[in-house]
């Protein structure tokens, strides 16, 4: 039986992580969950919102599935996030948008993937206080980390037979970093003759992406584009409750959805489970379980078609009736 690490978070957390463990456990794929707590609750009695034991299980068990953490604001904790990619050095940020059925948007056919780098550029960290009216960041950009991204986006696509790999960047302005990551990409490309190159603004796709986003395949950014983007992205397939993501490295990787922990509906019985079970169904492919993954998926699918759905996406179930809706359509 595989051990998989899961984080149940803060927030809406513990009841969207509830619902997908009990959709797995109904598909009969064995899974041992090593329960790992972290985020705002577990401060008070471990001095920090993530402990070492949970960076340790990951390491031991290599997959984690997480639901969100909350990292308080203002009380000098860094973000358990940026943290947990930062020790595990997960790198690739990679977060597939498209269509799910009957869940209603501007655009049909959506199918895209942004593939965001995940430890520098603006994630760094480094700020300096100049003066009472003056704050600088520190944009850092590096060679080895730019093209580290643009081969795992490259790859990504000759393994899943995607098309075209874009790279992103405001190199116009931003000469020197984001010209690195070009550069970047233009090296790591040369190798990839038969996949399609495609270089373009981060504004300009912005704009683009708003008027017909089946024009892109694969996005590749720095790690603040791609943060934005692709909440820009998650608006195009129905919005954050059905937006998923996973967090790659060499060593470990940690799927998680990517929407926070939504406080104002905590407790509620609404949150919308899609996003972390989508991220777990791919976690699922990751480890090699793909008949257990399709038959979760097809049992996703089939609920939404049949018109069941939380309210976010225009539905009236609670995560309890979307849950058991899913497990009664499991083949
Ligand atoms: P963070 O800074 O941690 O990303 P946030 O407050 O910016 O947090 P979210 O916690 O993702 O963003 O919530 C944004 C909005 O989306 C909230 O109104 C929340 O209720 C809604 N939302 C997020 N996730 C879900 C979900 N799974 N189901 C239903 N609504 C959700």
Redesign the pocket.
């Known amino acids: 039986m595989r051990t998989i690490t899961l984080i149940n978070g803060d927030?809406?957390g513990p009841e969207?992580s509830d619902s997908v463990v009990k959709i797995i456990k109904a598909s009969g794929a064995e899974i041992n969950w090593d329960i790992q707590t972290a985020g705002a609750d577990v401060i008070e009695k471990e001095g920090t919102p993530l402990p070492q034991r949970v960076l340790d299980s990951i390491k031991k068990n290599k997959i984690a599935l997480k639901a969100?953490v909350?990292t308080p604001i203002g009380r000098g904790f860094r973000s358990v996030n940026v943290q947990l990619r930062k020790e595990l050095d997960l790198y690739a940020n990679l977060r597939p948008c498209k269509n799910l059925p009957n869940i209603k948007t501007r655009f049909e056919n959506v199918d895209l993937i942004i593939v965001r780098e995940n430890t520098e550029d603006l994630y760094a960290g480094i700020e300096e206080q100049i003066d009472e009216n003056t704050a600088h960041s520190i944009k850092v950009i590096t060679r080895q980390a730019s093209e580290r991204i643009c081969r795992f986006a490259f790859e990504y696509a000759l393994k899943n037979g995607r098309e075209e790999v874009c790279a992103v960047t405001k190199a116009n302005i931003m000469k020197l970093s984001d010209g690195l990551f070009l550069e970047s990409y233009r090296n790591v490309a040369k190798y990839y003759p038969h996949i399609k190159q495609r270089e373009i603004l981060v504004d300009n796709l912005c704009m683009q992406l708003v008027q017909d986003p089946t024009k892109f395949d694969i996005l590749v950014l720095p790690n603040l584009y791609g943060d934005i983007v692709s909440d820009l992205t998650a608006g195009l397939i129905g919005?954050?409750?059905v937006a998923q993501g996973a967090n790659i490295g060499h060593d470990c990787a940690v799927f998680e959805?990517v929407?926070?922990?939504?406080?104002?509906?905590k407790g509620q019985n609404?949150?919308?489970?899609t996003?972390l079970l989508l991220s777990a169904i791919e976690m699922l492919k990751y480890i090699g379980e793909n008949t257990y993954a399709q038959n979760i998926e097809h049992a996703l699918f089939k609920t939404l078609a049949n018109g069941n759905k939380?309210a976010?996406i225009g539905g009236t179930l609670s995560t309890t009736e979307f849950t058991e809706e899913i497990i009664k359509n499991l083949g």
């Open positions: 927030g809406i969207i969100p909350t919005g954050l409750g959805p929407h926070g922990s939504a406080p104002d509906i609404k949150a919308n489970p996003a939380t976010d």
